[in-house]
Every structure is written in C-alpha cells, then in structure tokens.
DNA sequence: TCCACTAGTCAAAGTTAGTGACTATCAAGA
DNA sequence: TCTTGATAGTCACTAACTTTGACTAGTGGA
C-alpha cells in the first residue's frame, strides 16, 4: 500500500481503486456475466437495462411507478422498457383494480421463468465469491456493502434537502 | 434475513439487495456525489464518463489505448472523450516520442487541478464511510471489495478463454 | 366541491456507446 | 534486411439509451 501510494497516480488507482472504480467494475462484470448466462439459458434479447423492470417485478404484478421508484429509473424510461418486454413476452400490463389510472406489470409465464432464473444466477454468482472468500467474510462484507450503500445514499438524500 | 425470504420478491430485494444492485447504487450515488462537488469546486462541464480519461491520467501524460484498457472503454470512445476535454481544456494531445503512432494525453494545469480535487473527494467520501463504518472494518470491506471485483474480472476472463 | 398532486403515455431532443474501416508505425521472425 | 502481422489513433456512421416537456384521467384531502 505505501509502495503504491509513491507510485504514479494510474499505478496507485490500479493498487488501490477507490469506490467508484470499484463499483462500476463490479457491475459492469456482475452484468456481462448475467447476461450472457442469461442468453445461454433462452433469453438472449434481454439487455441490462431491462433489469430496471424484471429485477424488480413481483409475480402479483408492480406498477410502473414502483419500478421506478425501486430500481432509480425515470418513469419514462420505465415505460419504454415495459413496452420493449411486452413485445418480448416478459410482461403485461394490467388494470390495477385499486386505483383507475394505474397498471399492473404483471409477468407471463415468460416472464416468471426470467425472473427465476436470473435469480438463481444471481445466486450462484454470489455463492462462488462467498466460497472464494468464506462464507463468514462474505456475509461480513455484504452487510458492510449495504450499509456503505445506504449511507452514501443518505448522504445525497441529506445534502439536497440542507440545500433546500 | 429469514424474515425478508418469505415475502415478496421486490420486497426480499430490497431487504436483501444482490452483488449487482448494491453496485450499481453505489455507483450512482458516489458519481453522483462527485460531480456535484467537482461542480462546485469550479468544473460544471464534467460528467461521469469523462472520469474514464480523468481518473486515470497520469501528470506524464498516458496514452489513450492506456487510458482505454485502464477504464475499459472502447479506444473510440476514449477518442471522443479526449475531443471534449480538450475543448474544455482540462487535456492535450503530444506526439510519443517512444512511438510515432502514438499521442500521450498531458493534463493542463486546470486538468492537474481537476485531479487533485477529485482525488481528494473520492478520499473524502471513503473517509466519511471508514468512520461510520469504524476504519478497521472498512479496510476490511475494500479488501474484501477489490477481491471479489478481480475475482469476478477473473472468472469473466477465464471463461472466454474456456470458449476459445 | 375544488384543487393540488399523481399515473401513465406521447413526442421530441439530447447524450452516450458500439462497429467498420483506414493509414501510419512498430517489432518480431525469416 | 525485408516482410508481415499487429497496433495506435482517427474518421464515419449507426445503435442504444436518457432526459425533457406536456397532457389527460384519476385520486384524495381540505
């Protein structure tokens, strides 16, 4: 760590990438890997973006403005990718008996098996790096991860209501 | 953890979020929190792709298929990047005298400027959560962190390779 | 009842990433 | 020394993705 800190500055991001560097390579792997397994498996017209809808969608169906809410996505965005799933076979859209504007996403049969498997996939992915590291480690920088998460979250929250 | 298992799938995800959703909300936020400080510190133009060329830039100079296989982004991309931030001024392009094909990409001084200081948020950020977190665990978590991200990198790699 | 707010959609514009191709240059092998 | 496959960077274009503005129908609290 200190012979990486008198280092160039591309040599020290490469010893010791900070939070962002980190973050976005894990997801950008996270994804690739998903994705192509996901391919493998029978879905392969699924893109990551679509993960704003199915990660998310309950089986009983989800309006698209908890979708947004859930995943960060414009509602705009969300209905542009509800669309492209619609003509994909992954979801409906459903009156929503509670309320006369909204709709229901709901899943297809199609939709459900994504669902499934993405999470199975999911699953797996964090199954072997809890091997690698110990399931103890593990499970310690997970709840570490959600906390860094959370509070960097918080934080952003906090600064733009002082703001206000 | 049990309790979340039981209900519903978006519910379960948001008590128990997976390796790519905490990536990719920590990634939001933290570059989020970056450019919003950056603009106020005097760089408003920035935006978060510009840190493939930015956050990896050394005071030398470094080459753009360097800075494209440190951040991952295509060379035409980097290309087009380099275009911008010559624009704005926070770069330059200079013949390699290693190498007649080649251009080093120097920092002006507005461009060193823009370095340090989003150097010195980043370790900002990374100091507000050791100190929530308590700094043994945090330096746990970013060892932790930097394992699994190569780990997935590795596995990533190994198995193209496994196809080829 | 009224009105501020909300859900979802349409339309358009803006931003960003990916693909194909090309010329000059390099470096390793014959 | 010469040849050739590979590389660096750029141009041109296409594809993918996000943001902004606006609107109508519906909701719920005052």
Redesign the pocket.
């Known amino acids: 760590m200190e012979r990486g800190a008198v280092g160039r500055r591309s040599q020290r991001k490469q010893d010791d990438p900070d939070l962002g560097i980190l973050a976005a390579r894990l997801l950008f792997s996270v994804q690739k890997e998903l994705f192509e397994t996901l391919a493998e498996q029978g879905h392969p017209d699924l893109?990551?973006?679509h993960g704003a809808v199915l990660g998310y969608l309950d089986a009983e169906g989800t309006?698209?403005?908890?979708l947004s809410r859930l995943s960060g996505?414009?509602?705009?965005?969300i209905?542009?990718l509800?669309?492209e799933l619609e003509e994909l076979g992954y979801v409906e859209?459903r009156p929503?008996p509670q309320?006369?504007?909204?709709?229901?996403i709901v899943p297809t049969d199609r939709g459900l098996e994504e669902t499934v498997k993405s999470d199975a996939i999911m699953a797996a992915i964090e199954q072997r790096h809890a091997e690698a590291l110990g399931e103890r480690t593990y499970a310690r920088f997970k709840r570490a991860f959600r906390n860094v998460t959370a509070q960097q979250l918080a934080h952003l929250t906090g600064e733009e209501q002082a703001g206000t």
Do not use: C, F, S, W
Request: net charge positive; glycine share 4%.
């Open positions: 893109r990551p973006r309006r698209a403005t908890e996505v414009h509602k705009q965005v209905g542009n509800i669309d859209r929503d309320d006369r504007r909204a709709k229901l």
